[in-house]
């Protein structure tokens, strides 16, 4: 045989071997991605395992995590079932009840109408109820949003349920919020001179973004919030108009058991607490909230300045000084900047703390009532804020 035959004979089956392998190669890359993409998630899940050890037994209801530090994947964190009676896993698309960290999505539906130019912060609440009593015909929207109007709280109107009665039969609404808003008679204090923070205000906030907008609320947050940020399960929740994919249900503990408690008189109202979502949607939330996506520079720094008051300040829920914008709690912690809001419900304790300055975001969402999300996030931003400081 001749040697030019023999070099055809040998080059063939490797010429062959290497176009096989260019062929495959999209594909093997594909899976190897896939695989690597599997095993980040496995790290970043150990990664945060040692904050979160030993808080949730086996088939416990428990809680779902996110650390959002910039130019870095978002570490996730889950543990705990959604259901007690399903035994449904956490996972990060598990959607939580926010509660009040609800309170941001409204403020910034408000500065988005403001942007449009369909209202204007000065306002007033006789410009959208012209019925409203003489005690809040000076309230401004600035007001409501900042919590210096000197509304009071619904909640603390409210009388106590009647147990004979499903606690949805006698849950109110935003419309009787301020019929019963309109039956008193003076507010806390004159609009303006002090601080007091009042859900009753976000309920109208959510009122009067549906008179702007002329939409339903839920289908103007969803048109101008979730869907430009691909927050494709987030939902403004109302039982009897959608549902929630992937719900988490509250819990509380009764005499040594876990029960679903997931629902209250209050958890009818929309503009100060109805959202679900999860911690991988808020990745998104907080994104827009890194960029301008939804929001300029000018506006958010207009959301993010203290408001000032003559008389008592913002309080922190345990009763420390704080400060407070548009919708986002604002005092620093240990010296660094931070916008943040915790959430409670019942079934539910929900924290997102952003350290803008440092580009470190922690959000917590739990559905059991036991837990504290606020001093687990701040565990975690010791430790992640003192690594990145040596």
Known sequence: MKIANLSKLFLLPAIISIICLAAAWPVASGLESKYLRGRQKVTEQESLDKYFSG????????????????????????????DIRTLQPITSKTNFRLASVT??????????????GRLQYDQRLKDYFPDFPAYGQAITIRHLLTHT?????????????????TIEEQQITDNQVLE?????????????EEWSYSNSGYVLLGLMVEKASGQPLDQF??????????????????????????????????????EIQDQSLTSAT??????????EDLVKWDEAWRGETLLSAEEKKLALTPVK????????????????????????????????????????????????EDGLTIIILANRDDLDPQALALQLARSFLSSKNK
Request: aromatic share 12%; proline share 7%; glycine share 12%.
């Open 103 to 116: 309170k941001q999505f409204t403020a910034c539906a408000v500065m988005l109408l403001a942007r449009d």
């Open 180 to 192: 019963l808003l309109k039956q008193q008679r003076r507010g806390k204090f004159r609009p303006g």
């Open 309 to 356: 008051v003559r008389g008592k300040g913002p309080v922190e829920p345990d009763g420390h000084p704080a400060a407070y914008g548009f919708g986002w709690f604002l005092n620093p912690w240990h010296g660094h900047q931070r916008a943040w809001h915790n959430g409670e419900t019942a079934g539910f304790r929900t924290t997102i703390q952003r350290f803008y």
């Open 149 to 165: 109007s000197g509304l009071p709280d619904y909640e603390d109107l409210l009388p106590p349920a009647d147990p004979a009665r």
């Open 270 to 279: 929309r503009g100060d607490g109805r959202i679900y979502s999860s911690v």
């Open 55 to 82: 808080l949730v037994a086996k088939n416990e209801p428990g809680l779902a995590a996110v650390v959002i530090r910039s130019g870095q994947l978002p570490e996730f964190y889950t543990a705990g079932v959604a």
């Open 221 to 258: 947050l969803h048109d101008r919030i979730f869907a430009p940020l691909g927050m494709e399960t987030t939902v403004f929740y109302e039982r009897t108009k959608n549902i929630v994919q992937n719900r988490a249900y509250g819990h509380t503990r009764v005499a040594g058991r876990w």
